[in-house]
């Protein structure tokens, strides 16, 4: 009986089968950032940590669960007080949108937008600083930078803005969707933080 011989997968194949495995290993972030996550104050330490597994993983270099764990408590020790700052401005947004949903309050509508704008930009802003962090990077440092790269790369705060968008809506939706949405949204990051190094050189 002739053996069916296989055709190589080529270049194309090889790039979709890393993609897909690169989607694969985003979901897997994802629920490990969300167990990070849960205290909500070690979003900014999660995020970080993701941040660094997913490029690391992009990169081809060894990267596990073990690593994840370490890097958060050590991103956990340098951030807490990022993490603190984080809840307070989500929690005036919270209270700006409670106010908003009251009946009469004059130009509501707009001011909502803006402040799911505000929201939105903020968030772009944490995911930037957190897919830059390395161990002892000085966190002012990382948002100072951040802040200029929102500023001046607008087709990568376009594409954090609609990550975020999307997040919220799906979580929204159904709110399991926050797992494999949240690896995705970390991977984005990563991407563009790349993108960026890359036009930089």
Not at 34 to 60: D, E, K, M, N, Y
Not at 111 to 129: E, K
Not at 135 to 147: D, Q, V, Y
């Amino acid at each position: 009986m002739a053996k069916t011989r296989r055709r190589p997968l080529g270049r194309r194949g090889q790039a979709f089968g890393e993609g897909f495995a690169l989607f694969a290993e985003c979901l897997l972030t994802g629920l490990w950032f969300c167990i990070a996550a849960l205290p909500v104050v070690t979003i900014p330490a999660a995020l970080a940590a993701g941040s660094r597994h997913v490029a690391a993983f992009a990169a081809g270099e060894t990267s596990t669960l073990a690593t994840f764990w370490t890097d958060f408590r050590t991103a956990w020790r340098e951030s807490w007080r990022v993490g603190l700052a984080m809840c307070a401005v989500a929690l005036v947004l919270l209270a700006n949108l409670f106010v908003l949903a009251q009946e009469g309050v004059p130009g509501r509508s707009a001011l909502a937008a803006a402040t799911f704008l505000v929201a939105g930009l903020a968030a772009t802003v944490l995911l930037r600083a957190c897919a830059a962090w390395e161990p002892r990077e000085r966190w002012r440092s990382l948002f100072r930078a951040a802040l200029e790269r929102t500023r001046d790369d607008a087709s990568g705060t376009g594409i954090l803005l609609g990550g975020t968008a999307v997040l919220a809506v799906c979580v929204w939706a159904l709110w399991l969707l926050v797992v494999p949405m949240s690896g995705c949204l970390v991977g984005a990051a990563v991407a563009v933080h790349r993108r960026r190094l890359a036009r930089e050189e």
